[in-house]
């Protein structure tokens, strides 16, 4: 399984920009997905978890009302609606898939990309 984030850029505080998850190789079915940044000098993030049922957690309560994730289908892509930007909010994003319950070790990790929010 290969995937592949994309959709970022720069912003303004308070725009928006939609982040997108291409999925490539074998099926994701039954393996939950997910969303984390990494700002520079600051550990990795877990963002939001999304189950292979297409039900969402989000794990940072900083995203809570601004961030919304979403997952076509097993092997579609997957979202993240980002409204509301924050200085904050800068960092390079990623996606993973197959995450354990409980972890926020994905076994795949796709190439991320960046967005920079100014004030």
């Known amino acids: 399984v290969q995937l592949q984030a994309s959709g970022g850029g720069s912003v303004q505080t308070g725009g928006s920009l939609r982040l997108t998850c291409e999925v490539f190789?074998?099926?994701?079915?039954?393996?939950?997905m997910g969303w984390f940044r990494q700002a520079p000098g600051k550990e990795r993030e877990f963002v939001a978890r999304?189950?292979?049922?297409?039900?969402?957690?989000y794990t940072s309560n900083s995203v809570k009302g601004r961030f919304f994730a979403s997952r076509v289908s097993f092997d579609g892509p997957m979202y993240l609606q980002m409204n509301d930007l924050k200085p904050e909010d800068t960092a390079v994003y990623h996606c993973?898939?197959?995450?354990?319950?409980?972890?926020?070790?994905?076994?795949?990790w796709g190439r991320g990309t960046q967005v920079t929010v100014s004030s």
């Open positions: 999304i189950e292979s049922s297409g039900g969402v957690t």
């Open positions: 993973g898939a197959g995450i354990p319950y409980g972890t926020t070790n994905p076994k795949y």
């Open positions: 190789g074998d099926t994701l079915r039954g393996h939950a």
